[in-house]
């Protein structure tokens, strides 16, 4: 019927496989679950241990010969006391780092400190996460001191919405906010949950475009 929206393009159908291409591993919506069972399937070392995005990368490179920039982690599970046991003060190493609630006080509290009214910017606690764990795989010595000057250099770098190269949801959702002044958070998730059914790149530029299509008919 003339005027009537084109229907979405479904997202691709199956299951990981060592013989779908590249669009098709980008275009589709992996659950971590998922992932890890398939790098465990193709003997990709360490692959229980690893986050969402470090699967991703590492299926790709394995697959596709596309070398992906990820932060490492630590395939050796961590020995002794945690470093929040010990005591936290700010020239102890970070060794064994614990992300609960009595690290981040204790990271904001001292950055409180150092620069008055300090407060954590949304999003820079991944990216604080992330820079702690490239420092800890490439063998640099770093103290508490380090974590809580990143901080606070992280606070003053960041601006707009956290750019996390795997962090699509997020990615979406503020970029949805961005573009839509004055809509409802549920709005950007159900955009979400359409992008995810769609074969496309699931960001909000494609989106944007495949809705305006599908509303010009």
């Known amino acids: 019927m003339a005027g009537a929206p084109k229907p979405i393009q479904p997202a691709i159908k199956g299951n990981l496989s060592v013989n779908m291409?590249?669009?098709?591993?980008?275009?589709g919506y992996w659950y971590?679950?998922?992932?890890?069972?398939?790098a465990i399937e193709m003997k990709i070392p360490f692959a229980s241990k690893f986050r969402k995005d470090q699967l991703e990368a590492a299926i790709k490179s394995r697959l596709f010969a596309k070398p992906t920039k990820v932060a490492a982690i630590s395939a050796t599970p961590k020995q002794g006391p945690r470093d929040v046991d010990r005591g936290l003060r700010l020239d102890l190493p970070v060794v064994h780092y614990t992300s609960n609630k009595q690290t981040k006080s204790f990271t904001e509290r001292e950055a409180a400190k150092i620069q008055p009214g300090f407060k954590r910017a949304s999003g820079t606690r991944y990216l604080l996460n992330r820079w702690r764990e490239e420092q800890i795989a490439a063998g640099r010595g770093i103290t508490y001191r380090d974590l809580v000057l990143q901080a606070i250099a992280l606070n003053e770098s960041k601006r707009g919405p956290l750019r996390a190269a795997y962090g699509r949801y997020i990615n979406f959702i503020s970029d949805y906010m961005a573009g839509n002044k004055g809509a409802a958070h549920d709005d950007a998730v159900r955009a979400w949950h359409e992008v995810k059914a769609m074969d496309t790149p699931k960001t909000y530029a494609a989106w944007a475009r495949l809705s305006r299509r599908r509303a010009r008919g």
């Open 21 to 27: 291409t590249l669009r098709e591993f980008d275009n």
């Open 32 to 38: 971590a679950t998922e992932l890890r069972a398939f």
